[in-house]
């Protein structure tokens, strides 16, 4: 528990989930459609209570404890903290692993917006320790897309029951981000089984003893198949061998080579796997037996369903992170005593809260517009999936998923980029305090650190947006939207006074966009266009924000006390002194500046 105030005060806020939830995103009129017609206002207020306690009794309590007692390798075995593998155990005991899937396979059929609300009551409190059922449910999305029924039933059931734990295995220690040049390979077997050969690097919960097998997906190429990312398959390859029964079997040739040391998310193991190593010999051949999903050489497709949903949780991620931070130090500034107002003169009055300073209330404003703008965010991305899957028509459902194609680089890493920047500034607000171990701020930033890599690095997440998703379908993607944004202009228009100014800077803001975006592709030479994408990016990111934050104002107009002022003041405060970064940055990508293109590397 952090020093001055409970958990609950300080890990999430159930006030802001409700406001965006019901009072913005509406997300009750879900119920009126088949697929989550069980469901109500009151099973979702207690999906969200039953989150809020176990976040809060299993998961922080040991937050301080997985980061000082990483998992540590033995040679044979990991040794984890007992605390980690007791909340995982509870977690999988309320469900909410399979919230959000279909009722025949045992899931609760959960909209995702609401799902993901739930999670980030879990990654705010130890995000380290969700990594563990986080990877669970993305690896069991997987299959229930993509694999045979005989998998499901093998893998899937026993993720769902918690009993199996999953994971990713895509980079390489030589290849990284650039998976066309992985080097795993997969030998077809007469039985239709593969044997797996290779390295992969960076596989979180790639190894421990939390259940009783690991299902691994991996990214592999099968000899003779066509050269670069067209030839790259996907394999289901466990740690242990699932006999037709059900039971666990033989150990197949799956080996840790060693745990990778991170300065965050500590509790979480991250390592590098062997493949076929000859440690193990599974039926009496070198290899690790491994079993094709869906057709060969489709793996790479088949992994985005799975790369994707991690994008946006990893965004969720950093924003939950960047929350709980705002409001430790939200509550460190109201409860420290420090400074007289500059207008003070007498020594002797009583000293003021450092809150009472305007600079440590632009601070708290920045993290407030940062991380409830990152909120709101990660649940649209959510609102969006589930409309893709359920809303009523083929178009309504073509162009959510077309708009949550568009913004998923901007889901992934505007808020690991600027819910990091909360916080820096969350250690800022406690001084010489703040980098100090007794308080979780500078754990926070470190956990939160890792985000601008995770799952696709900001460059990347830049040449994605701008080379890719904009330009999807001759420009429907960004095409989509603008007009979801000018909807939304023209509605704060027509209310007029504060709502209608802030509506005039971001639609002007959007028209720039579409006018650079243009002259960008414009240029016929793919080097310039995407030389500056991750200010492309930035951009683009800081204007949905901005376009969020007019949402949220609207869905607060007319209705007063504390908490519909903050929203308020946070959008005021994020139109004033954020949406004008875009400006100059807009111009130099206007300017087809090509000071990074011509820079001889040997300059640097």
């Known amino acids: 528990m952090p020093p001055g105030g409970s958990a609950e005060s300080v890990i999430f806020s159930r006030r802001d989930l409700d ?134 039933d093998a893998y899937v059931r026993p993720q769902l029951d918690g009993r199996f734990h999953g994971t990713m295995c895509l980079s390489e220690p030589q290849a990284g981000s650039s998976l066309s040049d992985i080097i795993t390979r997969a030998e077809p077997r007469p039985d239709g089984s593969y044997r797996v050969f290779g390295n ?18 991996v990214l592999a190429k099968i000899p003779g198949g066509p050269a670069g990312v067209k030839g790259i398959s996907l394999f289901v390859v466990p740690k242990f061998l699932v006999n037709t029964d ?42 690790a037996i491994g079993y094709l999903v869906g057709q060969p050489h489709q793996g790479l497709s088949y992994m985005f369903t799975m790369m994707n949903e991690a994008r946006i949780k990893v965004g969720a991620g950093a924003m939950a992170l960047g929350y709980t931070g705002y409001l430790k130090s939200l509550k460190y500034a109201k409860e420290r005593p420090q400074g007289r107002p500059p207008a003070g003169k007498d020594a002797r009055a009583p000293q003021i809260p450092i809150i009472e300073h305007a600079d440590v209330r632009r601070m708290l404003l920045a993290q407030k517009s940062y991380v409830e703008g990152a909120l709101a965010l990660v649940l649209y991305a959510g609102k969006l999936l589930d409309d893709e899957r359920t809303a009523p028509t083929a ?80 420009g429907a993607g960004l095409a989509a939207l603008a007009e979801a944004v000018n909807a939304t202009v023209s509605t704060a228009t027509a209310a007029g006074g504060e709502l209608a100014e802030l509506a005039g800077q971001l639609g002007a803001t959007v028209e720039r966009i579409v006018e650079v975006t243009a002259k960008l592709w414009g240029t016929g030479d793919p080097d310039v266009t995407l030389a500056n994408a991750s200010v492309y990016l930035e951009a683009v990111g800081h204007t949905v924000i901005a376009w969020l934050w007019l949402e949220q104002a609207l869905a607060a107009a007319g209705r007063q006390g504390p908490f519909y002022d903050g929203k308020r003041a946070a959008a005021r405060f994020f139109y004033r002194y954020e949406l004008p970064r875009t400006a100059p940055q807009l111009d130099l990508l206007a300017s087809l500046d090509r000071t990074t293109l011509d820079t001889d590397p040997a300059w640097l």
């Open 200 to 217: 992969k690097m960076w596989i979180s919960a790639g190894e421990h003893e939390l259940g009783e097998n690991i299902v691994h997906l």
């Open 19 to 152: 406001f965006l939830l019901y009072e913005w995103l509406d997300v009750t009129a879900l119920t009126a459609r088949e697929r989550f017609a069980e469901h109500d206002r009151e099973t979702f207020d207690a999906l969200l209570d039953l989150a809020e306690q176990v976040a809060t009794e299993h998961f922080y309590p040991h937050l301080r404890r997985s980061d000082l007692n990483e998992p540590t390798f033995d040679g044979e075995r990991v040794h984890l903290i007992p605390e980690i593998g007791a909340a995982v155990d509870v977690f999988a005991k309320t469900g909410l692993i399979a919230a959000t899937m279909d009722a025949e396979v045992g899931g609760a059929q959960l909209p995702v917006v609401v799902a993901d609300a739930c999670f980030s009551w879990l990654m705010a409190a130890n995000v380290s320790t969700f990594s563990y059922p986080f990877l669970t449910i993305g690896n069991s999305n997987l299959l229930l897309a993509h694999g045979s029924p005989e998998q499901v």
């Open 246 to 287: 059900g039971s666990v079997g033989e150990r197949n040739d799956v080996v840790l080579a060693g745990l990778n040391h991170k300065m965050g998310y500590r509790g979480t193991t991250n390592t590098l796997l062997n493949f076929g190593e000859g440690k193990y010999t599974p039926g009496g051949e070198p290899g």
């Open 395 to 474: 178009e309504e459902r073509d162009r959510a998923h077309l708009l949550l194609d568009t913004l998923t680089p901007i889901v992934k890493s505007w808020p690991s980029q600027w819910c990091l920047e909360a916080n820096n500034l969350a250690i800022q607000i406690h001084g010489g305090y703040g980098y100090t171990r007794e308080y979780d701020v500078e754990l926070h930033f470190r956990d939160n650190r890792l985000n601008p890599i995770h799952e696709g690095t900001h460059g990347i997440q830049g040449l994605d947006l701008l080379g890719r998703k904009v330009a999807l379908r001759g």
